[in-house]
Structure formats: structure tokens, C-alpha cells
């Protein structure tokens, strides 16, 4: 369960390094140090984990279930066409194995998929593959689940919405990097209840 009091913001526009710092500095002011169990949740993206074994070692890693299912439908499509009932019913299959944590079954189940004509087809297949294969001890989600954990980040995209989208992508505006950082920053305190902690510590 979530408190939605407790949720608070980070942010900026900035490349990894500066980010996985920023985010290190969030969760300990969040009591990072404190948790008796410590959770990353991301997608399956290389750069992610790569802030997680640097920044937060020894934290649970869970891919969001949703972009793994993405990846699935993704499959479904190379291999049978957009709209196939064919496709369909492979990837309900598949889901339902993803649901479980059963991801050595897909991946197998993408391994035994008959070639396709197209090459760069095949190898999207094939990365599709290794996608699940280098994830696979991040989508145990029904031990996940057993456990109370998040499984989607959910949470996180629509504070993306309500943080920047709502002010920075309004229609006609546009930003420097700079204006727009101040105004994220803005908003993060904003909107994570810490604006009353801004003026005090400027005062």
C-alpha cells in the first residue's frame, strides 16, 4: 500500500550521472538508510541498473511489469503480425507466464518461434530473447507480489505527468534547460509537500 502523503519529487533535465546522484540524495533524505527491505523499480534500460548497482548495491531490482509485457506484445507482432489472432493468443500465453515469474518458459517460447523472412526482424527477435534472459531475476513477480512489493511504476509516470507535463509541455511553450530545471525544481517541492522546507532553509 501507498501513502500518498509521503510521496515526494526529484528531477531535472540531465544525463545519468547527475541523475543517479540526485535520486541517491532523495532516498536517503527519505530514510534510504533506515529500510529494513530496499526496492528499485525501473525499466529494463541498461543505464537504470547501472545506477542501481552503483547507488543503491544490494536492493531488490524490478523491471516494471508493464514494459516487460510491452516487450511481449512487441514479440507478438514480429513473429505473427500486427492484429493476429495468432499473436494474440501467443502472447496471452505469455503474459500469464510473465504473471507468474515463469520467464525461462518465454523465453524459451521466443526461442522456438519459427524464423522470420526479415532479418532485422529476426533480430529484434532474438534481442527480445536476450531482453528476458538479462531481466529474468527482475520479473519474479508472484514472489514479488507474495512480498507486498510494487511491480509497475505507475506512480512514477504519472508524477512525470503532474510534475513537468502539466507546466512544461503546455501548447506554444518553449524552454531552456535551465528555465526548465528551475521550474521542475519548483514544482517538485511543490508538489511533494516541501515548499514551507524551501524557505526555511533559505532563510
Known amino acids: 500500500m501507498r501513502d500518498d ?21 532523495e532516498a536517503w533524505d527519505r530514510g534510504w ?38 516487450h511481449l506484445e512487441a514479440v ?21 507466464e510473465l504473471d507468474d515469474g515463469d520467464v525461462d518458459v518465454i523465453i524459451a517460447e521466443i ?12 533480430d529484434e527477435l532474438r534481442k527480445a530473447a536476450q531482453y528476458f534472459e538479462t531481466n529474468k531475476l527482475r520479473m519474479c513477480y508472484k514472489y514479488f507480489r507474495a512480498r507486498g512489493f510494487f511491480v509497475g511504476s505507475g506512480v512514477v509516470e504519472a508524477g512525470c505527468k503532474t510534475v513537468i507535463g502539466q507546466r512544461l509541455k503546455q501548447s506554444g511553450m518553449r524552454w531552456t534547460v535551465a528555465g526548465a530545471n528551475a521550474v521542475i525544481a ?18
Open 33 to 70: 538508510d533506515r529500510a529494513k527491505t530496499k526496492v528499485v523499480l525501473g525499466d529494463g534500460a541498461l543505464w537504470i541498473w547501472n545506477i542501481a548497482d552503483e547507488h543503491f548495491p544490494g536492493a531488490i531490482q524490478i523491471v516494471d511489469l508493464y514494459h516487460a509485457r510491452e
Open 5 to 25: 502523503a509521503s510521496t515526494t519529487y526529484t528531477g531535472a533535465i540531465e544525463t545519468a550521472d547527475p541523475f543517479g546522484r540526485r535520486i541517491y540524495r
Open 186 to 203: 519548483l514544482r517538485c517541492r511543490l508538489l511533494g509537500n516541501r515548499w514551507n522546507d524551501l524557505w526555511r532553509s533559505a532563510a
Open 76 to 96: 507478438g507482432r514480429l513473429a505473427f503480425g500486427s492484429g493476429s489472432a495468432a499473436g494474440t493468443a501467443w502472447v496471452a500465453a505469455r503474459r500469464d
Open 111 to 122: 526461442r522456438k518461434l519459427p524464423a522470420v523472412s526479415d532479418p532485422n526482424r529476426q
